[in-house]
């Protein structure tokens, strides 16, 4: 049934990198980046969506003995599927060539505040190094990323990712340069893919100020 209906999750990063589809869109990554892939049911509706799975087979087969007790045989099969129930099959490669055919498939389910234009870090002295080491929070490993950035009130999304779709431990920190300002951190939550044994998600957070620090942490299995 999952095929059929169910929520979007997510399905990793797409294996290569692309241009962004539709530039200018909120969701846009800058250069060539690799984007996220989110699995879900069939969205067809109406003459598109559900039909009755119709399907055609054949066999043929032969059996030769050319002498008692030794004999050599072959089987050939062939089964063709009509409406059969899956997800959406473009591939990636295919869909990003040709984005205004397949638009529907293309979502951004991060939105960030209108107006706003994603930034992208990978190795923090790449980028805005001097303002990093000003507020005298750079991190110790040149291989880290940071962004300082000023954001208006509403609603961001930081995503981590490991580089060439690389798996690992990611620690997210977030720090309130000008603590003077009257604009407040709130509502924090995190999404990430749930496995089990070894690769299960360990989610939690640190809250401090200097002195005293709270650090719940929770479990998913």
């Not at 979502?107 to 706003?116: H, K, L, R």
């Not at 000008?178 to 990430?192: C, D, E, H, P, Y």
Request: proline share 5%.
């Amino acid at each position: 049934m999952g095929d059929i209906a169910g929520a979007l999750t997510f399905g990793g990063s797409t294996s290569n990198s692309y241009a962004c589809p539709f530039p200018g869109s909120s969701g846009c990554l800058p250069g060539s980046a690799q984007y996220d892939l989110l699995a879900g049911p069939n969205g067809q509706t109406g003459s598109g969506g559900l039909k009755p799975e119709k399907s055609t087979q054949w066999t043929l087969g032969f059996r030769f003995e050319p002498i008692q007790s030794v004999s050599f045989g072959a089987d050939l099969w062939s089964v063709q599927i009509k409406d059969q129930v899956l997800s959406q099959g473009i591939a990636e490669q295919v869909a990003f060539a040709n984005p205004q055919q397949y638009q529907y498939l293309f979502i951004n389910p991060y939105a960030d505040p209108a107006g706003f234009t994603t930034i992208i870090n990978d190795n923090w002295r790449d980028t805005q190094e001097a303002e990093i080491i000003a507020t005298g929070l750079a991190p110790t490993n040149d291989l880290e990323s940071a962004i300082v950035v000023t954001l208006a009130p509403g609603q961001y999304t930081a995503i981590v990712k490991g580089k060439n779709n690389t798996s690992g431990v990611a620690l997210v920190e977030v720090y309130d340069l000008a603590q003077g300002a009257a604009s407040k951190l709130a509502n924090i939550s995190t999404r990430a893919f749930v496995s089990t044994g070894t690769n299960i998600v360990i989610a939690g957070f640190i809250l401090g100020n200097g002195t005293g620090n709270t650090a719940p942490k929770g479990h998913s299995r």
